[in-house]
């Protein structure tokens, strides 16, 4: 009994040896040694080190293709690290330096993701990010259409777009309260012409119509409560823009 244990016990001290030296048994003298080595810290999530281990990858063997592959796993650890505007350059770059690249529809996928991933949680802070997110993710969609990313790619750029659209009614509606209606206006015609369908279209036309109204604009109310009759015709938008304007 005792000499089995003890054999255990030998076996289990190689094993911990054998795992504990499994970094340095490789040769970071080679290309795919020091790739190795830098993905071993990577995947053990030791981002900071991993960069560094990739970045001398890029500067000790340059004319590899293991400096590519390192190019390539910087921005995907930023990007794990949940560090987004670090993760965009690197995409940026890599997609700059390499643009025939096989991976080129997930680095344009990644670049419009870290984007994404930056705007803020609630719409009334600043937004313009999201003009980026969509540029990006629309090119995804428009350049790579049978890309395994263009689903999550269009529902992330819907995303964005429906976020721009609150922030234009949270403003628009920040001045109807206040009554500042010529202010209110141009919002509310914003809201309706940049982003149709998303649901906005009966408050944008009728809140158009009222701020035209307010300000002595007839035509123009006259104009928005005419395409709410032919579109919402039984919505209370169209009740609550034909009393004030009549």
Known sequence: MLK??????????MGLLVSGCSTTEKNSDTPDGAFAIAQEYDEGE?????????????????YSNFATKAELAIADVYFKQESYAESQVAYQMFKEL???????????????????????TTIDRDLTLANDAILNLSEVIKKYPNSQYVTEAKEKRSAAIKMLAEK????????????????????????????????????????????????GDSARAKKYQELLAKDFPDSKEFKAATKEIE
């Not at 390499?98 to 803020?120: C, E, K, W």
């Not at 234009?168 to 509310?188: Q, T, W």
């Not at 012409?193 to 009966?202: E, K, P, S, T």
């Open 4 to 13: 089995t244990l003890r054999v255990i016990t030998i076996v289990a001290a």
């Open 168 to 215: 234009e009614e949270y403003i628009a509606d920040f001045y109807f309260k206040r009554k500042i209606f010529d202010s209110a206006l141009p919002r509310y015609e914003g809201l309706y012409n940049n982003y149709r369908n998303l649901g906005f279209d009966a408050k944008a036309l009728s809140r158009a119509a009222i701020c035209a109204a307010k300000i």
């Open 98 to 120: 390499h643009p025939t690249a096989p991976q080129s529809d997930y680095v344009q996928f990644r670049i419009g993701m870290s984007y994404y991933n930056q705007l803020p």
């Open 46 to 62: 030791r981002y900071e080190e991993a960069i560094r281990r990739y970045t001398e990858v890029k500067n000790k063997f340059p």
